[in-house]
């Protein structure tokens, strides 16, 4: 099963990313993941999507192509993989869609993961990760046990630069004619299933009921 997830920033596709490479057992391919460690490890590559991300800019095509394509190399795709976070250009949906091709590896089902932008402004702004471990809470969906610190290691969460207002109002407006884009693009290929993100808790139901009827 070869799954891909799309929607604005803040619409829980890393969320629902994660639960559904657990349940169903697919490699977990999020290039926002990605492009923290690189950034991390201060690789060349990495300093230069850090340069982009801090100002609210999309990564280069051919840089995000790149890190995509170094990261299925690097992992075993052979019994499913779920990605999130890739494409956020058309450019970059009609290069992954050659890419998996040659892999014989093609997307079965594209999940846009759909909610108001205000809402996900809101959602974003209250977004808090660790930097120790990388994992992420929600002030209000998700808190942390111990206010400010991080259940598994302890260590003090902050709010990433990218996650700010101002930062994620023009991250936002970057994405959506972009997303509108690819949406189109998959739903001529008929593999597109749109969902309400609207409400949190009911957003992997509806996932999984759309997985089961078509795939499974």
Same mark, same amino acid.
């Given at each position: 099963? &070869?799954?891909?997830?799309?929607?604005?920033?803040?619409?829980?596709?890393?969320?629902?990313?994660k639960?559904?490479s657990q349940?169903?057992?697919?490699?977990?391919? !999020?290039?926002?993941?990605?492009?923290?460690?690189?950034?991390?490890?201060?690789?060349?590559?990495?300093?230069?999507?850090?340069?982009?991300?801090?100002?609210?800019?999309?990564?280069?095509?051919?840089? !995000?192509?790149?890190i %995509?394509?170094?990261?299925?190399?690097?992992?075993?795709?052979?019994?499913?993989?779920?990605i999130?976070?890739?494409?956020?250009?058309? &450019?970059?949906?009609?290069?992954?869609?050659?890419?998996?091709?040659?892999?014989? !590896?093609?997307?079965?089902?594209?999940?846009?993961?759909?909610?108001d932008?205000?809402?996900?402004?809101?959602?974003?702004?209250e977004?808090?990760?660790?930097?120790?471990?990388?994992?992420?809470?929600?002030?209000?969906?998700n808190?942390?046990?111990?206010?400010?610190?991080?259940?598994?290691?302890?260590?003090?969460?902050?709010?990433? &630069?990218?996650?700010?207002?101002?930062?994620?109002?023009k991250?936002? %407006?970057?994405?959506?004619?972009?997303?509108?884009?690819i949406?189109?693009?998959?739903?001529?290929?008929?593999?597109?299933?749109?969902?309400?993100?609207?409400?949190?808790?009911? %957003?992997?139901?509806?996932?999984?009921?759309?997985?089961?009827? &078509?795939?499974?």
């Amino acid at each position: 099963m &070869n799954l891909i997830l799309l929607g604005l920033p803040g619409a829980g596709k890393g969320t629902q990313a994660k639960i559904i490479s657990q349940e169903y057992n697919l490699s977990h391919i !999020a290039t926002g993941d990605i492009f923290r460690r690189l950034i991390k490890q201060r690789t060349t590559l990495g300093l230069r999507a850090e340069k982009y991300i801090k100002e609210g800019k999309l990564v280069p095509d051919e840089d !995000a192509v790149r890190i %995509l394509k170094d990261e299925i190399s690097r992992i075993d795709i052979s019994s499913g993989f779920v990605i999130d976070g890739f494409p956020r250009t058309l &450019n970059q949906a009609e290069i992954l869609t050659k890419f998996l091709e040659g892999l014989d !590896a093609k997307p079965d089902l594209v999940f846009f993961i759909d909610v108001d932008p205000d809402e996900l402004v809101h959602r974003i702004t209250e977004r808090r990760v660790c930097l120790n471990c990388g994992n992420t809470y929600h002030l209000k969906h998700n808190p942390p046990q111990n206010d400010g610190l991080c259940d598994l290691c302890g260590e003090k969460l902050i709010q990433r &630069n990218d996650d700010r207002e101002e930062t994620v109002k023009k991250r936002i %407006l970057i994405n959506l004619k972009k997303i509108k884009e690819i949406v189109s693009y998959y739903k001529e290929r008929g593999i597109l299933k749109t969902v309400s993100g609207d409400t949190i808790e009911g %957003l992997y139901g509806e996932i999984k009921k759309t997985i089961e009827v &078509n795939l499974l």
